[in-house]
């Protein structure tokens, strides 16, 4: 799609989710936005955790007075002068600095005119940095998403809790697709683990919902067939750790019933924390390390731009996927 098109037909939203904390979401979407920028595109990253902001931080922006913050206070309603300059071409920020942290979740219905703004801002893309669990703005982030990156690391805690992010989602778009109000009752008892009626997993649910309502189960269908997050493993150290994002993918097939792509993983890189503390992005901080180089190609791939090659040795020797 070239940027004519996009301007038409709005920005497209990335969100950065995974349900644990500290997996690495705000350091890759700073990263991929600069990468996205550097690649001609106009972008946008927004920083959608109130409750812990710091992308600004990762992209070496001072505090901003101004932030989402101010569009869920409805002091402001114009998404478009929240943006601030990141000192990057092609690239403004969206922070999520000075919260009321007594209300940092927007209400619903603010949430979906942020929704609605946000695909109209002036990019080509808009990243969301969402926090982590699975409070419901923090999945209507994800939703809203026109890509949906779940972000998780090579540990146990990691996958559990992405695991139950992706459910958290996936249970919430289907209970805002379907109609019916018994159809809808049938998804929030399914939500429920040890639930009644049996339902353990969403074909037990999809079953139900059919025998239920046809026409619903073809909504059902349709709905798992548009929900298709984007796995990225950060933190990698080893070649058994680069397979993660092919289980990962195929527990979507099996489980959901869901198509999961694998985008692609980040080394596990010691100039990470050093850019961090440096508060430069790492593709500036050091252009050649690994970070910076498998972030590129990430970025590449979401563009549709080919992705060059990266020597075999600086992922354990595995195909890249
Ligand atoms: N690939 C990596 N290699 C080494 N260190 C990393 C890598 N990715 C992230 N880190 C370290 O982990 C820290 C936490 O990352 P980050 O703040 O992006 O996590 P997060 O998922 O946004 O957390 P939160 O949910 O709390 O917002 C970084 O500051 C960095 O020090
Ligand atoms: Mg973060």
Known sequence: ???????????????????????GKTFITANLAVALARAGYRVVAVDAD???ANLHTCLGVPTPLVSLADFVAQREDDLGKLLIDSGEPNLQIIAGT???????????LR?????????????????LDLGAG????????????DEGLLVLQPEPTSVENAYSFL??????????????????????????????????TPHDLLREVEALDPLEGRRFV???????????????????DVKLGFAVSSVCRK???????????????????????ARKPVLDFQAGSDAAIYLQRIAHKLAGLPVGSVSADRAGGERRP
């Not at 000075?98 to 619903?108: D, G, I, K, V, Y």
């Not at 703004?117 to 990243?127: E, G, I, K, T, Y």
């Not at 805002?176 to 008892?189: D, E, F, I, P, S």
């Not at 349709?222 to 058994?240: C, D, L, S």
Request: a positive charge; proline letters at 2%; charged letters at 25%.
């Open 111 to 127: 949430r979906v005119r942020l929704m609605r703004s946000l695909r109209q801002l002036p990019a080509d893309f808009v990243l």
């Open 222 to 240: 349709e709905t798992m067939r548009a929900f298709r997050p984007r796995i990225v493993i950060n933190g990698v150290r080893t070649a058994e």
């Open 50 to 52: 109130l409750e812990g």
């Open 167 to 200: 459910r958290a989602a996936f249970y919430r778009r289907l209970r805002l697709a379907m109609v019916g109000h018994g159809v809808r009752k049938l998804v929030t008892q399914a939500m429920d683990q040890r639930n009644e009626r049996g339902i353990r």
């Open 1 to 23: 799609m070239t940027r004519d098109d996009r301007t038409a037909v709005g920005a497209r939203i990335l969100s950065l989710g995974g349900g644990k904390g500290g997996v």
């Open 134 to 145: 699975i409070h419901a703005s923090v999945l209507d982030y994800f939703l809203v998403g």
């Open 255 to 277: 489980y959901f019933g869901i198509e999961g792509d694998y985008l692609g993983y980040v080394n596990h890189d010691d100039a990470v924390r050093r850019s961090v503390v």
């Open 98 to 108: 000075h919260a009321n942290l007594a209300e940092a979740q927007p209400s619903h």
